[in-house]
C-alpha cells in the first residue's frame, strides 16, 4: 500500500526559545533551531520515523530547498518535490520556556498558477492507485482556490485512493461540502477549526461530539477532532471514544497535530480497529512532544505510549 503526503505551502519553521514571552518587550532568545515543516512533509517525518515508506511531494522554492532535500534524504523519504522560483517561506515560532505554549508567526507562501498545480497533479497520479493513502495537509497559497483540496480529494478517491485531510477554514469548508463521492476518508480538525466550519461555538464536549457525528453522517468514515492536553475524540462507524494522552514532558508542541495526523495514517495503513488507531494516534503525538521537530522516539517507545492512553467509550 503506497503512502504520499502533499504540501501546497511547505515553510521552515524556526523555532526561537524565550525564557517568557512578553508582547511589547525586548527578548534574548534562549536558543534557536529550523526545521524544515509544512504539515504533510511533518507527517511523513513521522511515518518515516515509524517504518513505513512513504513519498512526499507539494512545491518547493529552489532557492532555500536545501534543508528539505536534506531531511528527506536523511529519513528515507521519496522525495517527489515540484520545485519552482523563488523561497520556501519562513514562519517564526517563539517558544515560552515557562509555559509550554508556542506562538506562531506564519508568513505568506510561494504564490503559483496552473501550470505548477498541474505538475503536482502529476505527480499524485503517478504515486497513487486502488489502496494508497493520501495525506492532504496544511494551508494553501493565497494563488489557489480553496476548492484545490476538494478537487484534488475527487481525482484521488476516482484512482482508488483513501484520503486523509488536515485542513482548515475556506479550504477545509469547500471538501467538506463536496459529494458524497469526493469527501475525504478521514479529516483531524482542532476544536476551532471544527467552530469555524460549524458556525458556532463548541463550548462543551457534547457540543463538539454532535459536531463530528454531523460530518461521519455525511460520509466521512473517520473524524478525529484534536483537543490538545485533553486528547482527542474518534467518531467513526464503529462508535465514538475519547483517547487521554499519559503525562508527557514537552519540548516543543510543534507538529504535535502532524504526529496525530500521522498516527492515524499509520494505523489505517494496518487496518487497526478504532479504540487502537486511537492509542496509536495519540502516541504518535505524545512521543514527539517529547522531541523538537517532526521527530518521533523509536518504535518500542511510541508502542509503550499506545498503551498508556486511555481510551473512554462515548456510545
Known sequence: MSLVTLTLNPAIDQTVTLDALTPGSV????????????????????????GLPVAATGVLGQDNAAPFTQLL?????????????????TNLKLLDAGSGETTDINLPGLEFG???????????????????LAVLAGSLPRSLAADTYARLTAELKR???????????PALAAALAAGPD???????????????????????????????????????????VSLGAEGALFVSSDGALRALPPPT????????????VAGLVAGLHDGLALPDLARRALAFAAGKLSRTGA????????????????????D
Request: include cysteine; charged fraction near 25%; charge should be neutral.
Open 27 to 50: 527578548h534574548r532568545a534562549r536558543s534557536v533551531w529550523a526545521d524544515a515543516g509544512g504539515k504533510g512533509v511533518n507527517v511523513a517525518s513521522c511515518l518515516a520515523d515509524w
Open 73 to 89: 534524504a536523511a529519513k528515507g523519504i521519496d522525495d517527489r518535490f515540484v520545485w519552482i522560483p523563488g523561497e520556501t517561506r
Open 114 to 132: 496552473p501550470s505548477t498545480v498541474e505538475a503536482v497533479r502529476a505527480v499524485l497520479g503517478d504515486l497513487t492507485g486502488p489502496g494508497s
Open 159 to 169: 484512482r482508488g485512493a483513501r484520503v486523509v485531510l488536515d485542513a482548515s477554514g
Open 182 to 224: 469526493a469527501l475525504p476518508d478521514a479529516i483531524k480538525p482542532n476544536r476551532h477549526e471544527l467552530e469555524e466550519w460549524a458556525g458556532r461555538p463548541l463550548p462543551e464536549s457534547a457540543d463538539v461530539l454532535d459536531a463530528a457525528r454531523s460530518l461521519q453522517r455525511r460520509g466521512i468514515a473517520l473524524v478525529c
Open 249 to 260: 514532558r514537552v519540548a516543543s508542541t510543534v507538529g504535535a497535530g502532524d504526529a496525530l
Open 295 to 314: 521527530n518521533l522516539p523509536g518504535r518500542t517507545e511510541v508502542e509503550a505510549l499506545a498503551r498508556e492512553i486511555r481510551v473512554e467509550r462515548l
